[in-house]
């Protein structure tokens, strides 16, 4: 059974960081893309980033490039968001999502279940 | 940057047929997924590559996709389809989500 744990989620101040760790379980973590997915209180879905299985690629929303790094241990099965300069609009459910990929199309099929990160003063 | 444009909310009664659009600047060029959300629950894609089902989903959730709209459809909506319903689409190494739709059975 495929599942991702996500840990690493609390209440931190504007300007502090805060690192988010995703445990991975039941399929071969090496060979799939991973995503980092939030969902701020009462708001939609927003991409954070995405990693390539061998971490050779790496993409960020604009909203978190030059804040967030995306990391991943494929000999721990593991996935990471080190989360530096948190602004309260960071404030959101963390979802760490597996990307289904068949050619050119690339769908999130297994979700955690998220970790909440609170910025606020 | 990319946008994906859904309602904010669709009503059906149960039974009916219930479709869901997102439109964006030649949507029909890129592949689309839909998210199914309850309330306190995690995503669960309902749809990948335009029209595929995942394993489990039931063939009363369809989908289309060409020029600017991909659209969801649930055939024989039930109680339990009631949910958030978002489109997703990857455009310039970016994953862009739809705002999402309440689908509303009553």
């Known amino acids: 059974e495929v599942q991702l744990v996500e840990s690493g989620g609390g209440l931190v101040q504007p300007g502090e960081s805060l690192r988010l760790s995703c445990a991975a379980s039941g399929f071969t973590f090496s060979s799939y893309e991973m995503n980092w997915v939030r969902q701020a209180p009462g708001k939609g879905l927003e991409w954070v980033s995405y990693?390539?299985?061998?971490?050779?690629?790496?993409y960020y929303a604009d909203s978190v490039k030059g804040r967030f790094t995306i990391s991943r241990d494929n000999t721990k099965n593991s996935l990471s968001l080190q989360m530096n300069s948190l602004r309260v609009e960071d404030t959101a459910i963390y979802y760490c999502?597996?990307?289904?990929?068949?050619?050119?199309?690339?769908?999130?099929?297994?979700w955690g279940q998220g970790t909440l990160v609170t910025v606020s003063a | 940057s990319y946008e994906l444009t859904q309602p904010p909310s669709v009503s059906v009664s149960p039974g009916q047929t219930a479709s869901i659009t997102c439109s964006g600047d030649?949507?029909?060029?890129?592949?689309a997924s839909w998210y199914q959300q309850k309330p306190g629950q995690s995503p669960v894609l309902v749809i990948y590559?335009?029209?595929k089902r995942p394993s489990g989903i039931p063939e009363r959730f369809s989908g289309s996709n060409s020029g600017n709209t991909a659209t969801l459809t649930i055939s024989g909506t039930q109680a339990m389809d009631e949910a958030d319903y978002y489109c997703q689409a990857w455009d310039s190494n970016t994953a862009v989500f739809g705002g999402g739709t309440k689908l509303t059975v009553l």
């Open positions: 590559q335009d029209n």
């Open positions: 030649k949507l029909g060029d890129k592949y």
């Open positions: 999502a597996r990307v289904l990929r068949v050619g050119a199309s690339l769908g999130f099929d297994y």
């Open positions: 990693i390539g299985s061998s971490v050779n690629t790496i």
